[in-house]
DNA sequence: TAGGTGCTCAGGGGAATCCCCGATTGAGGT
DNA sequence: ACCTCAATCGGGGATTCCCCTGAGCACCTA
C-alpha cells in the first residue's frame, strides 16, 4: 500500500502542480486550501504525511499541525513554504512538523523527503538546519530587546557573566577590573533596567535567554 | 586552503584510522585522546571543525565542548559516537554540537559530513534527526534527573524558590519557615548538587527549566 | 573651552549569603 | 527499643552583595 499523502495550500495552482508530481508514487487521500477544511480533512481521512504550506489566513500551517497533534499524534508533517526565516522554521517545529523543506525543492527531492517523514526521519533545506539547532543549543538572541539598548557594552558584558552565576569577584578577574567597578556596573544595571538584586537580574536574562 | 580538522577520540587506534582517511582531503591539525589535550589543544590550533568522541573518562564530549565553546564560538563540532541513545544526542546538541553520527559511518560520508559542517549545515545520521525534533517540540519531558532525585520534597521547594530568585527572607514567608531552615535547605542542596552558592545553583535550575 | 558620558576605582555601612557548630521533633525501618 | 533521616530552628562568623558618595581619566559634542 502506498503513502496516504495530504495536501494543504492556499495557492490551489500549485497544489494542483504538486498533486499531479506525486499522485505516481503516492496516494493522493485529500487536499484543503484553508486551515479549517485542512483539519477537518486530515481528521477524516489520517494519512501518513501531511504536505502543509506555512502561510496560510486563520493562523497558518503552524494552527493546522496544533489542531491535528492533539488528537492524531502519529501523523507527519512536512512543512512547505516560500519563506526559509528562522522564526517560520522555529514556529513549525515547535508545533509539531517533522520536516521543513522550501519551495525551490524539486519533485524528486519532495517526493524523498515525503518517503523520509514517512519512515520517521527528519527532513530540512540544507541551511535551515542550522536554525532548528541554533534554537535547540539557545544560541539565538531571538529579539533584540528594547530594553538592552540602554545599556553600555560594559554593563552588558556584566550582566552576561552575572546572569551565568560568577561572583563579583570572579567577574572582576575575568574582565581584568576591581570589584568595585563590577559593583558600580551592576549598579547601573540594576537601576537601570528598575531590578532589586542580582538574584533577580539572573532571572530576567534567563527568560532573555541571555547567557 | 583545506578545512582544518581536529580529531578527538580515546581510542588511539580508531584516532589513527580516521586520520589516514581524511588526511587526504582535510588538514589535519591535531589530535588528542583525553578531555583536557583537547581543549587545549583545540585552543591552540583553533580547527574550523572539530571531530569529537561523545563517551570518553573526565566528564566526554561535552565537557571539551563546552570547554571550548565559551572561548572559540566560531569552531564547530561534529560528534562521533557508537552510541546512538536520545540522551547521548540531545546532551551533545545542548552542548552545542552540530551534527552527530555514529561510528558505523563510511569514510566518504564522514568525509562529506565534514565538509557540510563547515559550510554550517547540521548533519545527523537519519535516524537521529527525530531525537532532536522531538526534544525541541517538548514531546520528551526530557529525562527525569537524577540528580533531583537526591533531594527531599522540602529541598526542592526552597530550590525552586531560589532559582526564581526570591531572597531567603522571602523563601522563608513564602514557605512559613524560618529564615535558618532555609539556610539549612540550601546548604544541603548546594552540597548534593556540588555548587557553591545561589547564583550557580539559579544556573543549575535555569538550564533545567526548573522554574 | 565647557559639558556630557562611559569606564575606572575607593571607603564605608547595612543587609544578605554561606558555613560551621549545635538542637529538637516526628515518621519510618531494624 | 534503637537508629536513621527529614524537617525544623538557633548562634556566630566570614564573606559577599548592594548602595551611597566621591573622584580621576578619556572621548565626544556643542
Redesign the interface.
Known amino acids: 500500500m502506498s503513502t496516504k499523502v495530504f495536501l494543504v495550500d492556499d495557492h490551489r495552482l500549485f497544489l494542483a502542480g504538486v498533486r499531479s508530481e506525486l499522485a505516481d508514487e503516492f496516494s493522493i487521500v485529500g487536499t484543503a486550501h484553508d486551515v479549517d477544511a485542512a483539519i477537518d480533512g486530515i481528521r477524516n481521512f489520517k494519512p501518513d504525511v501531511v504536505l502543509i504550506d506555512v502561510h496560510m489566513p486563520d493562523g497558518g500551517g503552524v494552527a493546522v499541525v496544533e489542531g491535528v497533534a492533539e488528537t492524531n499524534p502519529d501523523i507527519k508533517f512536512l512543512a512547505l513554504s516560500v519563506s526559509d526565516s528562522a522564526e517560520d522554521v522555529i514556529a513549525m517545529?515547535?508545533?509539531?512538523a517533522?520536516g521543513y523543506v522550501t519551495k525551490t525543492i524539486g519533485p524528486e527531492e519532495l517526493a524523498d523527503a515525503i518517503r523520509?517523514i514517512h519512515a520517521?526521519?527528519?527532513?530540512?533545506s540544507?541551511?535551515l538546519?542550522?536554525f532548528?539547532?541554533d534554537?535547540?543549543?539557545g544560541?539565538i538572541p531571538s529579539t533584540e530587546d528594547p530594553e538592552m539598548d540602554q545599556l553600555t557594552v560594559r554593563e552588558k558584558d556584566v550582566l552576561r557573566l552575572?546572569?551565568?552565576?560568577?561572583?563579583y569577584k570572579q567577574v572582576a578577574r575575568k574582565l581584568n577590573i576591581s570589584i568595585k567597578t563590577v559593583e558600580t556596573h551592576v549598579s547601573s544595571v540594576l537601576r537601570k533596567l528598575q531590578l532589586s538584586?542580582?538574584?533577580?537580574l539572573?532571572?530576567w536574562a534567563?527568560k532573555r535567554r541571555i547567557?
Chains 1, 2 share one sequence.
Open positions: 517545529i515547535r508545533a509539531g517533522r523520509r520517521g526521519d527528519a527532513v530540512f540544507p541551511r538546519a542550522g532548528v539547532l534554537a535547540f543549543a544560541a552575572i546572569a551565568r552565576g560568577f561572583a538584586n542580582r538574584h533577580e539572573a532571572r534567563s547567557v
